[in-house]
């Protein structure tokens, strides 16, 4: 399998599985489309896992103290901007309703929670650091990605694989800056535990953000 394919497979499995999402909602199936976040967060994680031997980027595990305080900064520095920055502009469209978990009744079904923090922290950011900031950024540089050493990446590739990763979300503004950030911290440690670190502490405490504000929004 190629190196494009085998860190381009998850990221497609997860957007298709976004769009069938949108399909059902549009259609008022009466399904609770709630519940394909588990199955989008389980069937990327199980491509992951299959996968895995072939991400050879990650088969080096350790982070100097310094890079993991970094990787934690940069990822608490993200959440503070992402729930600040919503200016009309900064906005491609509508936040929407988001992923409210209560219930008719307005409890919060905590399986719901679980999952969803589980996907957004734990499975989302190995699955987009992979492909965003392992895979394009690189390769905007260099198709021969896998021989470059992330330190190499230009300025031009950084800013390019950021803006796509922008569009990407709803809150552009914010993503572009995260996208920044992220692709700076791979740049800068020459290690992609650092941003998939960073990218799970910014989801992980985003989780946290919205069921104590209830600002759902942002999920």
């Given at each position: 399998?190629?190196?494009?394919f085998?860190?381009?497979?998850?990221?497609?499995l997860y957007?298709g599985?976004?769009?069938l999402?949108?399909?059902?909602r549009?259609?008022?199936?009466?399904?609770?489309?709630?519940?394909?976040?588990?199955?989008?967060?389980?069937?990327?994680?199980?491509?992951l896992v299959?996968l895995?031997?072939?991400?050879?980027?990650?088969?080096?595990y350790g982070?100097?103290?310094?890079?993991?305080?970094?990787s934690?900064?940069?990822g608490v520095?993200?959440l503070v901007?992402?729930?600040n920055?919503?200016?009309?502009?900064?906005?491609l469209?509508e936040?929407?309703?988001?992923?409210?978990?209560?219930?008719?009744?307005?409890r919060?079904?905590w399986?719901?929670?679980?999952?969803?923090?589980?996907?957004?922290?734990?499975?989302?950011?190995i699955?987009e650091e992979?492909?965003w900031?392992?895979?394009l950024?690189?390769?905007?540089?260099?198709?021969?990605?896998?021989?470059?050493?992330?330190?190499?990446?230009?300025?031009?590739?950084l800013l390019m694989?950021?803006a796509l990763?922008?569009?990407?979300?709803?809150q552009?503004?914010?993503?572009?800056?995260?996208?920044?950030?992220?692709?700076?911290?791979?740049?800068?440690?020459?290690?992609l535990?650092?941003?998939?670190?960073?990218?799970?502490t910014?989801?992980?405490?985003?989780?946290?953000y919205?069921l104590?504000?209830?600002?759902?929004?942002?999920w």
């Amino acid at each position: 399998m190629s190196a494009i394919f085998v860190r381009s497979l998850p990221f497609g499995l997860y957007i298709g599985l976004l769009a069938l999402e949108g399909v059902l909602r549009d259609h008022a199936t009466g399904f609770d489309v709630r519940w394909l976040y588990p199955l989008k967060a389980g069937v990327v994680a199980l491509s992951l896992v299959v996968l895995w031997r072939h991400y050879t980027e990650l088969h080096k595990y350790g982070l100097r103290l310094r890079q993991l305080s970094l990787s934690l900064a940069v990822g608490v520095a993200v959440l503070v901007l992402w729930v600040n920055l919503e200016a009309g502009w900064m906005l491609l469209g509508e936040t929407g309703a988001g992923y409210d978990p209560r219930d008719a009744e307005g409890r919060i079904d905590w399986l719901l929670v679980a999952f969803r923090i589980a996907g957004a922290a734990l499975v989302v950011p190995i699955m987009e650091e992979l492909f965003w900031r392992s895979f394009l950024q690189r390769w905007l540089q260099q198709s021969d990605f896998l021989a470059l050493d992330p330190g190499r990446v230009g300025v031009k590739a950084l800013l390019m694989a950021s803006a796509l990763f922008a569009v990407e979300h709803v809150q552009w503004f914010a993503g572009l800056i995260a996208g920044l950030a992220y692709g700076w911290l791979y740049m800068h440690t020459r290690n992609l535990w650092a941003p998939v670190i960073a990218h799970a502490t910014t989801n992980g405490l985003l989780g946290a953000y919205v069921l104590t504000t209830e600002q759902w929004r942002f999920w």
